[in-house]
């Protein structure tokens, strides 16, 4: 299975460096849907302090939805679903090598809506581990959730306006508590280690779930 | 007795059960010593709640999982999974208006942030997707798999929404029936007619989703026939020409 994971995350990075789709449209969008929030609420410096930690989670929601329709129309092109199942790679590996793929655009995103904060809206960070930590947890559940809705959607005909639909209210809990452990990070009182917590949960819970129902996802 | 007079029958008695607890809550039962006649509403939210969270959505789950479990698969399994998503669907929204109801003059405000509020509209949210991609074209059996995963998926916010009032202690009070020491803070006439109104919701709820099933048999054999009388009409115009 973790063979097969590392192939297929390895060919969806190799498709991404080629058509640099992500860098050219996934990460442009994410800075400027910062930008634009900065624009709604305005110039206020203390105001864009205290709404840094959701508008950094928010973009970078929105901005992982692209990327993982992105992500899933490397499956939809031509019959690639049904070529990787004639390889007999395992389910549960293409489940977990389009995470891993995913995972790692999601670092790149998380990079610069960071930079993008932290220079934009004033940001302070004063735990560093706290903030690391939940950068790393987040994304594991986000990329798992994604995928595996991303999957749900394939193929039909209104992908673009049903995954939003089906995987945002999903991923919620994961930008609550992220969102929480941003602000702890950034200086507010709150109890990380409980947020932290949430996060290792969904994240534990979303990918199990993965490996468990992609299997039956990939049947013809 | 046939299905059709089954269903007719918990219909009949799940509607004399509603209108019996209609009674009692709005004449019978006394007003509260805090709430006064507002404690009216305990009456219809929590056996709303109970539909919606824990009978719909539960019967959704397990009939998803039995539908993804190679033996137990059927369409049978898939249909009473979405009708009951669409019943509960129903359910939890009025659970949300008649909660909304409540907090207005006790909370003062028709909305708040609280945990479990939250939680149950993002667990409405989460099943009006299930019925949207229910709604795509697609082959029956794909959109069979792919809609259980969905209801499986968000079937995870149920007990998050049961244990938040116990996990972040927010403006929702507890459970009044299923706490965590199973000791109800309700007694007596008040007692019965709540448990009188958890006996009528299901039977409606039973009797909703009989409907929905027999509804749901009919419109897939609709699209069968339909295909098939467009097939005939397709042959004889071929042997026409």
Redesign the interface.
């Known amino acids: 299975m973790l063979r097969d994971a590392r192939l297929i995350a390895a060919r969806d990075l190799r498709i991404e460096m080629r058509s640099k789709v992500a860098t050219w449209q996934v990460l442009p969008f994410a800075f400027l849907s910062l930008i634009l929030f900065a624009f709604a609420i305005g110039p206020d410096p203390t105001l864009l302090k205290q709404t840094s930690p959701g508008l950094f989670w928010l973009s970078l929601l929105f901005a992982s939805v692209l990327g993982t329709q992105r992500s899933l129309s490397i499956e939809g092109d031509g019959a690639t679903r049904e070529a990787t199942r004639l390889l007999g790679i395992d389910p549960a590996g293409i489940f977990l090598g389009k995470t891993i793929a995913l995972l790692i655009e999601l670092a790149a995103l998380e990079i610069v809506l960071l930079g993008g904060v932290l220079v934009f809206f004033h940001t302070q960070v004063s735990n560093w581990p706290l903030l690391i930590s939940s950068l790393i947890l987040a994304p594991i559940g986000l990329a798992s959730?994604s995928v595996?809705?991303g999957s749900?959607?394939t193929?039909?005909?209104?992908t673009a306006t049903?995954l939003p639909?089906?995987v945002l209210?999903?991923l919620?809990?994961l930008l609550i508590a992220g969102a929480r452990c941003f602000s702890v990070a950034t200086g507010s009182r709150g109890n990380s280690a409980e947020w932290l917590g949430i996060l290792a949960v969904f994240a534990g819970?979303y990918v199990l779930?993965g490996i468990v129902?992609y299997g039956?996802?990939e049947?013809s | 007795m046939t299905r059709r007079q089954l269903t007719k029958w918990v219909g009949v008695v799940s509607l004399a059960a509603a209108i019996a607890d209609v009674w009692l809550g709005l004449w019978v039962t006394p007003p509260d010593v805090n709430q006064g006649d507002l404690v009216r509403l305990v009456y219809i939210h929590p056996a709303l709640a109970w539909v919606a969270l824990y009978l719909a959505f539960g019967v959704a789950a397990i009939c998803s999982i039995l539908y993804?479990w190679p033996r137990t698969r059927s369409f049978t399994m898939d249909r009473i999974a979405a009708a009951s998503v669409e019943v509960g669907v129903v359910f939890t929204v009025l659970t949300l208006i008649t909660g909304s109801i409540w907090g207005r003059p006790t909370w003062g405000v028709w909305w708040t942030w609280d945990a479990r509020l939250t939680s149950t509209a993002?667990l409405a949210?989460?099943f009006?997707?299930?019925l949207?991609?229910r709604r795509?074209?697609?082959d029956p059996h794909v959109r069979a798999?792919?809609c259980?995963?969905?209801a499986?998926?968000?079937a995870?916010d149920v007990p998050?929404v049961h244990f938040s009032v116990v996990w972040w202690q927010t403006l929702h009070q507890g459970a009044t029936v299923l706490n965590p020491n199973l000791t109800p803070t309700i007694h007596g006439i008040m007692a019965w007619t709540l448990l009188l109104s958890f006996l009528a919701f299901t039977g409606i709820f039973v009797w909703m989703l009989l409907v929905r099933f027999d509804m749901a048999v009919l419109e897939d054999a609709g699209v069968d026939d339909g295909l098939e009388s467009a097939l005939i009409d397709r042959r004889a115009e071929g042997s026409s020409s």
């Open positions: 959730a595996i809705y749900v959607t193929g039909l005909r209104s049903l639909l089906l209210p999903v919620a809990p819970i779930l129902l039956p996802l049947e | 993804l993002l949210v989460m009006i997707g299930y949207a991609l795509v074209p697609s798999r792919r259980a995963i969905a499986i998926i968000a995870i998050i």
